[in-house]
């Protein structure tokens, strides 16, 4: 067992190269498989990963990062916050724990949102004044003695005390003036008790994550941080501490954790070049391992390593250990690039998670025997990236004059009331009109037709007729259940966002680019490599057909601008502004084709919102200017009696509340059913007067809600929403969901609304 730390990764992919995760969760929910079973591909996929990560030639591993759900549900089972509503259920530890996730009929599951600015969800845990904190699972040793027992020497990775504490709310019965973080000491109590059983079953390393604190932290924070930190520290009884702080710079933080009683700090250097100057100077680090996070974690362009190496020696002698590794857990990037039939010169631009480790080993051979050491890797990463920045394909002319040419008239529309008669007029919806977020069940039947379409047994001909039969049969359910506006249902879809970039100029997709996020959720982001355009229309057809087939209105739908740059891997050699402007034009372009069509409602889908804010208040303002302004320009080619709606959903919608507003859309709808309709006071507060359509069912659920508690929902929101502004409809699209469960949960959504409309009447 080695006493340093030398090269490493902070994490590591856990859904299985190919999905097999995925599929073991999905078959024991379902009922297909059992218990034993799905530990049995778990035990599997820890044992592939630590063994990859072994013979890589890295000299520390990272632990404990295998997942059934999540990492910060992982941590809440550890240390014993469980709901009491949950215990009742009289269900098994697992099941348990699944109920946590994913909820079961009686009792809705734990609310969701996003890891920081990714797009990874977490389950946000429930604290309070009498949350019982003990050492309730011992997974992190027990998963350090099974790779023990294979000869790995792991350093199990835990989700840090404060980070936990702060991404969790108050549970239902705190007292108004609680916070989670005033429980810090009793929770520190049984992180003192766990770093005492791993050292007993002898780990080394322990890795604690604390990425709360690239974010804006109060004095009080700062101060539990350094407090939490020397009382962890000073344990007589302890492994070895790695601190990893990530996704922005650390401010304060970084002068508190340096000079505590630690043993090594992880600091991201890719967000946060600059801490590669304030490192030297910082007071504590001399006694300590840096662990210099040279390497991109969250995006996929090979890593400059004549860049990076120049970075680390500026940092030799600035720690008493410099290590090397990647800015963050690799979770968030795809397994292996070998495999993908990409274009050749574009696949030579890119790293994934094994290309990624292999980076690190270069990076650190390199520091401890000479770049000469390395010179082939070097040269190829050199070529890789000198081709990059000189690559036509990745610049049009025509693209880049467009995007000159913008006037701030070209991001904006009349006012709301002007557009609120005309579309009342054109419309005649009744009042709390209902609908749905815009994707239906994607059947069996239907992704088959996709993969036939992309082996070759099928020609285009005979799957546009069965993507055809399949949005015949939606419009037909929907009419049956009495929505009000109908969606075509989405089966041509891949993904909302993979779907758009296969249209667009400038992308390229993967065929197993698999990353997680959340539970057994896995998307493909895109690759948008260069400037963007639109040569053809992407979803006229499929809009106008679904419309021939009723006279109801059918919305149009589109993924916006800054949800496509969140929900891809961007390009990085060239402001993120102005790659927002080039995708939304292309949007624009779409919009008045699909209003040219007969498409008298479009909805242009913004998500991803929230996520792409900065950690820190004062680049706050910057993003959101350029985010509002590119979902304008999106849509502001729509004629008053075209109705743009949007869809946001599982973010902290507080701090882009007024973003919100200012996006202009004639109707928001949002994710509200696990807030139990919070975010309406938070849009009320900010004068919000359009129509604003709160989620009243969350499809991230299996659970089928009753119509009573739908109802209960619609008069909640009523208090805050008069009837006139309020919309119907689920939390989210029902992609993922079955038939039986959204044929069953929209007729008792209808059921509601229908009642709620009589009382109002």
């Given at each position: 067992m080695t006493s340093t730390i030398g090269s490493t990764v902070l994490g590591y992919p856990r859904i299985g190269p190919n999905r097999e995760l995925k599929r073991a969760l999905e078959s024991y929910w379902s009922g297909s498989s059992d218990e034993a079973e799905l530990r049995d591909v778990a035990r599997q996929l820890r044992v592939g990963s630590w063994t990859v990560l072994r013979d890589s030639g890295l000299d520390s591993i990272p632990g404990n990062t295998f997942s059934y759900y999540d990492q910060v549900l992982d941590t809440a089972v550890?240390?014993?916050?469980?709901?009491?509503?949950?215990?009742?259920?009289?269900?098994?530890?697992?099941?348990?724990?699944?109920?946590?996730?994913?909820?079961?009929?009686?009792?809705?599951?734990?609310?969701?949102?996003?890891?920081?600015?990714?797009?990874?969800?977490?389950?946000?845990?429930?604290?309070?004044?009498?949350?019982?904190f003990v050492l309730s699972d011992r997974t992190p040793v027990d998963q350090f003695r099974e790779a023990a027992a294979l000869g790995i020497t792991t350093r199990p990775v835990l989700v840090g005390p404060l980070t936990f504490l702060l991404l969790s709310k108050s549970d239902g019965n705190a007292p108004e003036a609680f916070r989670p973080l005033d429980r810090i000491d009793d929770l520190v109590g049984v992180y003192a008790d766990l770093l005492a059983e791993l050292r007993r079953a002898?780990?080394?390393?322990?890795?604690?994550?604390?990425?709360?604190?690239?974010?804006?932290?109060?004095?009080?924070?700062l101060e539990a941080?350094?407090?939490?930190?020397?009382?962890?520290?000073?344990?007589?009884?302890?492994?070895?501490?790695?601190?990893?702080?990530?996704?922005?710079?650390?401010g304060d933080a970084l002068g508190v954790l340096a000079s505590s009683p630690i043993d090594g700090l992880a600091v991201d250097l890719v967000t946060d070049p600059a801490a590669a100057i304030s490192l030297p100077t910082q007071t504590g680090m001399q006694d300590k391992t840096l662990v210099a996070g040279l390497v991109d974690g969250r995006n996929i362009w090979r890593t400059d390593l004549d860049k990076a190496l120049t970075t680390a020696t500026t940092l030799l002698g600035s720690a008493g250990e410099l290590a090397v590794g990647t800015s963050c857990s690799l979770l968030h990037v795809p397994y292996d690039v070998e495999p993908e039939d990409i274009d050749p010169q574009i696949k030579s631009w890119l790293a994934f998670a094994a290309q990624k480790v292999h980076e690190v080993v270069t990076l650190g051979k390199a520091l401890r025997k000479g770049r000469g050491a390395v010179a082939t890797d070097l040269d190829v990463a050199r070529a890789a990236i000198t081709d990059r920045a000189s690559a036509d394909r990745a610049r049009d002319s025509h693209v880049r004059v467009r995007v000159e040419a913008l006037r701030p008239e070209d991001a904006r529309r009349a006012d709301y009331p002007v557009r609120r008669d005309a579309q009342a007029t054109t419309l005649g919806l009744p009042p709390l009109p209902t609908t749905t977020i815009g994707s239906f069940p994607q059947t069996t039947d239907v992704r088959k037709a996709r993969a036939q379409l992309r082996n070759g047994s099928i020609d285009e001909t005979i799957y546009r007729q069965r993507m055809r039969e399949e949005i015949e049969r939606v419009i037909r359910l929907q009419e049956d259940l009495g929505?009000?506006?109908?969606?075509?249902?989405?089966?041509?879809?891949?993904?909302?966002?993979?779907?758009?970039?296969?249209y667009l100029e400038g992308f390229t997709s993967t065929h197993n680019g698999w990353v997680q996020?959340?539970?057994?959720?896995?998307?493909?982001?895109?690759?948008?490599?260069?400037?963007?355009?639109?040569?053809?229309?992407?979803?006229?057809?499929?809009?106008?057909?679904?419309?021939?087939?009723?006279?109801?209105?059918?919305?149009?739908?589109?993924?916006?601008?800054?949800?496509?740059?969140?929900?891809?891997?961007?390009?990085?050699?060239?402001?993120?502004?102005?790659?927002?402007?080039?995708?939304?034009?292309?949007?624009?372009?779409?919009?008045?084709?699909?209003?040219?069509?007969?498409?008298?409602?479009?909805?242009?889908?913004?998500?991803?919102?929230?996520e792409l804010l900065p950690l820190r208040a004062v680049q706050h303002k910057e993003y959101l200017n350029w985010a509002v302004e590119s979902f304008r320009l999106a849509t502001s080619s729509a004629a008053d009696t075209t109705q743009i709606h949007t869809h946001l959903c599982y973010s902290e919608f507080g701090d882009v509340i007024d973003a919100i507003v200012a996006l202009d859309a004639d109707v928001t709808s949002i994710e509200a059913a696990r807030s139990r309709m919070e975010v309406l006071d938070d849009l009320n507060d900010v004068g919000y007067t359009k129509g604003v359509g709160p989620g009243v069912y969350d499809i991230h659920s299996p659970r089928v809600p009753q119509s009573a508690e739908i109802t209960h929902l619609l008069q909640a929101a009523l208090q805050a929403v008069p009837a006139e502004r309020l919309w119907v409809n689920p939390d989210c699209g029902l992609k993922t969901r079955s038939y039986a469960e959204v044929e069953q949960a929209l007729r008792n959504m209808i059921a509601a609304t229908a009642q709620t409309r009589a009382r109002l009447n």
């Open positions: 550890t240390v014993g916050a469980v709901p009491q509503r949950y215990r009742e259920l009289g269900l098994d530890s697992l099941d348990t724990y699944f109920a946590m996730a994913r909820g079961v009929e009686s009792t809705p599951p734990l609310e969701m949102t996003k890891w920081f600015d990714t797009n990874y969800h977490y389950l946000v845990p429930e604290i309070g004044p009498d949350t019982t002898g780990v080394e390393w322990v890795q604690l994550d604390e990425p709360a604190f690239a974010a804006d932290r109060t004095p009080a924070e941080l350094r407090e939490a930190y020397r009382r962890l520290g000073s344990l007589t009884e302890r492994p070895k501490l790695l601190v990893a702080g990530y996704f922005g710079d650390l929505l009000d506006v109908l969606v075509h249902g989405e089966p041509e879809r891949n993904d909302m966002v993979q779907y758009f970039s296969e996020s959340y539970g057994s959720r896995c998307v493909r982001p895109p690759i948008l490599f260069g400037d963007v355009s639109r040569p053809r229309p992407m979803t006229v057809d499929w809009a106008t057909y679904a419309q021939s087939l009723t006279s109801q209105p059918v919305k149009g739908m589109l993924t916006g601008p800054v949800t496509i740059l969140a929900w891809s891997f961007v390009r990085d050699d060239q402001p993120l502004v102005d790659t927002a402007k080039q995708v939304a034009l292309a949007i624009r372009d779409e919009v008045h084709d699909l209003e040219t069509a007969g498409i008298r409602i479009v909805q242009v889908d913004e998500p991803a919102l929230r």
